[in-house]
């Protein structure tokens, strides 16, 4: 008995966690033990402890003194679960850790389509995806970038050859009044021109360029320049519109600003990473799209109405001025009717600011004054965690941030580096801010403005293929807005393009987020009504027309599991923007 005792004597007066020989039991450090926390999963949440001294993030770390029972609580953000401890705890309840079960633990959140509390959507003007992204493929494959883009043919893996559209016939110049006019030819008895220069794409040094038009007439030309109403694309009126347009707006000395390229080359231009360093790496870092269209073969404002509403309800030209609003429901209408929160940031000042935007076209908008600030608010709100469920940012028609070509190189706007430059400070603030973990950003162009690409039109959206289908029955006529002299004018010369049931020409997109597949790239046709789908997947609205409601809901670009971007690229590792390429327009490249 008393040789037990001094066995039971020296087990409590030596201070180790070990079994000491002879020791019935484990022993307590007096040291004090740290405890680390790491969070996991694509979801986010925090992770606090009692005692209080872990509050991760950002405190993921704490020391705590010899003996302690420390209770971890994992909280997950609005829209993400808890899906369980791992290391030192398991299951989804309270994690009581003390220094004998271990000094690390692993909270998994996870994330789903209920994650994205904020969508962000902004649309710049009238750029094309061959213009701007036609060499992406080339650059991806020199950074060593997964995947295939579908861009220009020369730029593609397998290369294919330059791309070409048939030029202006040199024996019908450009000649001003008095001398009669010269259009520009490039079809003879119901076929190319023999004499009809090939025109190749180029690269363009110049960040200005006098502008094409993608108006109704134009993109059906471009479409099949011998034959525009015929079922067979074969994208070859390109050079032949843009010189068209000059020819006419310059055919009258004086009465219109002056432009110089008489035989439309500068729509066979395109950019590379030298003049949009920003896009090409956020194009290629996120995920983005070769198959994403703008919804109709015609000009800015009834492509801009297919975003607010799925429908232009026939139109194919901006409403005459004067003309009554549409009151038709836009995608910001049935967010209020769902009382779901939104918002519309404004890049240009000046009297009302419904009156910059596109959904001033819509009498719902007149008593929305209160959902209209400026574009300066956006980064107010990142930081204070205060978006809306839904927000656009209006890309700045008037103050020059909306990459639109103008007639004229003083315009601010035809500086597309200006604008790309103010969209990269939006996002890399976003991308910084405590808004980040839920947001996601699409940005995109409303139309191909005039600029070549070598994919037509699509008369199927989605995977499996679907048609495209009319938004509300309602076609192009002359009783809308088609001129008497329009293509599809006549009900007895008439063509598949003469219906909307097909999409308007290719535009670039980025999807941003810290859900975005990393490196990715879609081959799923859609047009950016599916901005609207996604809106009305994500926050359970119906769809306001046929026309959204065929579209994929863009999930398809984002991982929920995985989260690869819940840690946003380094800001070192972001090329800036630059503002500084040249900028003329008298001649090119």
Not at 44 to 61: E, K, L, Y
Not at 151 to 160: D, E, I, K, M, Y
Not at 244 to 255: A, F, K, L, N, W
Not at 343 to 348: G, H, K
Request: glycine share 8%.
């Amino acid at each position: 008995m008393r040789k037990f005792a001094r066995v039971s004597l020296a087990c409590v007066t030596i201070s180790a966690a070990l079994f000491l020989a002879g020791c019935q039991g484990l022993v307590h450090s007096s040291a004090p033990f740290t405890l680390s926390v790491t969070l996991a999963g694509g979801g986010s949440g925090t992770v606090v402890s009692n005692p209080s001294a872990i509050n991760c993030p950002p405190t993921c770390s704490a020391t705590f003194q010899p003996g302690s029972q420390v209770a971890l609580t994992a909280t997950p953000d609005t829209g993400f679960t808890f899906t369980g401890w791992s290391g030192a705890c398991t299951g989804t309840g309270s994690c009581n850790v003390n220094p004998d079960n271990g000094a690390s633990v692993t909270a998994t959140f996870g994330a789903s389509l209920q994650s994205v509390n904020h969508i962000v959507f902004m649309v710049q003007e009238n750029r094309g995806l061959d213009h701007y992204f036609g060499a992406l493929q080339q650059y991806r494959t020199q950074k060593g970038i997964p995947g295939t883009f579908d861009g220009l043919p020369q730029f593609n893996s397998p290369a294919g050859i330059v791309a070409i559209n048939p030029g202006c016939d040199p024996a019908f110049p450009f000649q001003a009044s008095p001398a009669p006019f010269n259009d520009c030819v490039t079809v003879v008895n119901g076929a190319i021109d023999p004499n009809s220069p090939q025109v190749p794409s180029q690269k363009l040094i110049t960040q200005c360029v006098e502008n094409p038009s993608p108006s109704w007439n134009e993109s059906h030309v471009d479409w099949n320049v011998v034959d525009p109403l015929s079922a067979t694309a074969t994208m070859d009126g390109f050079v032949h519109t843009a010189a068209h347009d000059v020819r006419e707006t310059q055919y009258i000395p004086g009465s219109n600003p002056p432009e110089s390229d008489y035989d439309g080359v500068r729509a066979m231009g395109y950019y590379d990473q030298d003049v949009l360093p920003y896009y090409y790496f956020m194009a290629s870092s996120f995920a983005t799209s070769d198959r994403w269209f703008s919804p109709v073969m015609t000009r800015t404002q009834p492509n801009r109405e297919y975003l607010m509403a799925a429908t232009s309800l026939g139109h194919v030209y901006p409403p005459v001025s004067g003309a009554p609003q549409f009151t038709n429901k836009t995608i910001f209408e049935q967010l209020n009717d769902n009382n779901i929160s939104w918002r519309i940031y404004v890049s240009d000042s000046g009297g009302s600011l419904q009156s910059h935007t596109e959904l001033g076209m819509y009498t719902f908008a007149n008593s929305q004054g209160a959902n209209f600030v400026p574009a300066s608010q956006f980064l107010t709100d990142i930081q204070n965690g205060t978006l809306p469920a839904v927000a656009e940012i209006d890309p700045g028609f008037e103050s020059g941030t909306d990459e639109h070509a103008e007639q004229d190189d003083s315009h601010p706007g035809g500086k597309i580096q200006v604008g790309a430059k103010y969209v990269s400070s939006l996002i890399n603030a976003l991308m910084q801010s405590a808004s980040w973990k839920d947001t996601v950003f699409v940005l995109t162009w409303d139309e191909g403005g005039g600029f070549y690409d070598h994919v037509p039109p699509q008369s199927e959206v989605n995977d499996p293929p679907q048609p495209e289908p009319n938004p509300d029955g309602i076609k192009p006529s002359v009783s809308i807005d088609l001129g008497a002299n329009d293509i599809c004018s006549d009900p007895s010369k008439t063509g598949p393009t003469c219906d909307f049931v097909y999409t308007g020409y290719r535009v670039p997109l980025i999807v941003i987020s810290p859900f975005s597949k990393k490196n990715y790239v879609s081959h799923t046709v859609a047009d950016y009504t599916a901005i609207l789908k996604f809106i009305e997947t994500r926050f359970n609205v119906p769809s306001l027309t046929q026309r959204d409601a065929a579209q994929m809901d863009m999930t398809e670009f984002l991982d929920f599991v995985n989260a690869p971007w819940k840690t946003p690229p380094i800001p070192s590792s972001i090329p800036t923007q630059p503002t500084s390429a040249p900028c003329y327009m008298d001649h090119l490249p």
